[in-house]
């Protein structure tokens, strides 16, 4: 029967990929997934961190996950030791010559019991005591894009405007609690949040809580920040008729016109090829009925239809890896997103021009 680590790199073998690339798309470290595949648990903090990382290597490896854990738990349940009652078994057949022999055997057996109780304790203990100990991180948004898995007490520093404003992690339970320069804020698993961090009354700041288990704060909670250019994103929402203008000073390469002027702003349709593996995020803006984000690993061939109104941000982690084309208006349009290898983060939403026609525009939210 293939054991847990081989079946975890032979599925990574499958795929091509190497830990630099999963790392990188899952936020696991190198670390923990060559301990996760040798089946070297030791490096774990504690069994909350095996079993958290065991899900979400095996659904990155497209696994069925209750089986990994299954063939984990199965695991442990053989390194433990054999219990006292299977070597007594049957104490009848021994001869009576051996009962003393049997009786030192059964004190040695429960001294050895006593110590790996002892042992497992202490390191139980350690790992227990270097989670409350643990020391709060703070993590500087050096660019328009940030993602990372944050604990409680962590924080993450963002410069605007020759300030710095300082957002924490103040509670995992329920929900998931951040203090913003405005006060608390919780979030649940796929809902995102706008903040207004400098108090002018524009959004500033774009959180979305990617990855999150509800009241297990040792797996922490994977957060994506995006800053939001105040000159493109202004909140406008076209199905409420506000007007909305492309900013003359905006870098021409950041603003791609895809659809043309038109008298009204009506749906499209997103097509994305994949032509390799692409870790792929999208979401819908502007559509209560749709909100939320959306994620997949996506492979050679597949393809994704993604239907919208009013626009749609989108990530890959590798720009090239996909071909996108709009399709609206009985007519079919090409994007060009980025280049080969290039992480993207972008917008594809309408806006309306101070001639009162409307425009689909590619916007790029991160160089």
């Not at 309408?350 to 916007?363: A, T």
């Amino acid at each position: 029967m293939e054991s847990l680590g081989e079946k975890l790199k032979s599925a990574r073998n499958e795929k091509g990929l190497s830990f630099d690339q999963i790392s990188r798309e899952t936020n696991i470290s190198i670390r923990y997934l060559e301990a996760l595949e040798t089946e070297n648990f030791s490096v774990f903090p504690g069994e909350p961190y095996v079993i958290g990382f065991l899900k979400n290597y095996g659904e990155y490896l497209d696994l069925d996950v209750q089986k990994v854990i299954s063939l984990y738990r199965a695991l442990r349940i053989q390194e433990q030791p054999v219990p006292v009652e299977q070597l007594l078994k049957n104490p009848i057949r021994i001869p009576r010559f051996l009962i003393p022999l049997s009786v030192i055997l059964l004190i040695l057996c429960a001294g050895s019991w006593g110590i790996y109780q002892l042992i497992i304790n202490s390191q139980s203990g350690s790992s227990q005591s270097a989670r409350v100990t643990r020391s709060a991180a703070e993590y500087l948004m050096e660019s328009n894009f940030f993602e990372r898995r944050l604990y409680r007490n962590d924080s993450i520093l963002i410069s605007l405007d020759s300030e710095t404003y300082k957002l924490e992690l103040s509670g995992l339970g329920e929900t998931v609690s951040i203090r913003t320069p405005g006060g608390l804020r919780n979030l649940d698993l796929g809902q995102d949040i706008t903040i207004d961090l400098n108090n002018d009354g524009i959004p500033d700041l774009r959180v979305t809580v990617v990855d999150f288990a509800k009241n297990d704060a040792d797996m922490g909670a994977l957060l994506h920040f995006i800053l939001i250019d105040s000159d493109v994103y202004t909140g406008a929402n076209i199905e409420q008729n506000v007007n909305i203008t492309t900013p003359t000073t905006a870098n021409p390469a950041s603003i791609v016109t895809v659809i043309p002027g038109t008298v009204s702003a009506y749906p499209f349709t997103l097509q994305v090829v994949f032509q390799g593996y692409c870790m792929f995020r999208w979401e819908i803006l502007n559509e209560r009925d749709r909100r939320g984000t959306n994620q997949r690993y996506f492979q050679r061939a597949e393809q994704l239809d993604i239907q919208a109104q009013n626009g749609i941000r989108i990530w890959a982690s590798n720009a090239q890896a996909a071909r996108f084309q709009v399709i609206g208006g009985g007519r079919t349009y090409p994007v060009e997103i980025g280049a080969a290898g290039e992480v993207i983060v972008t917008e594809l939403r309408w806006v309306r021009d101070d001639e009162n026609r409307y425009r689909l525009i590619l916007i790029r939210l991160e160089n």
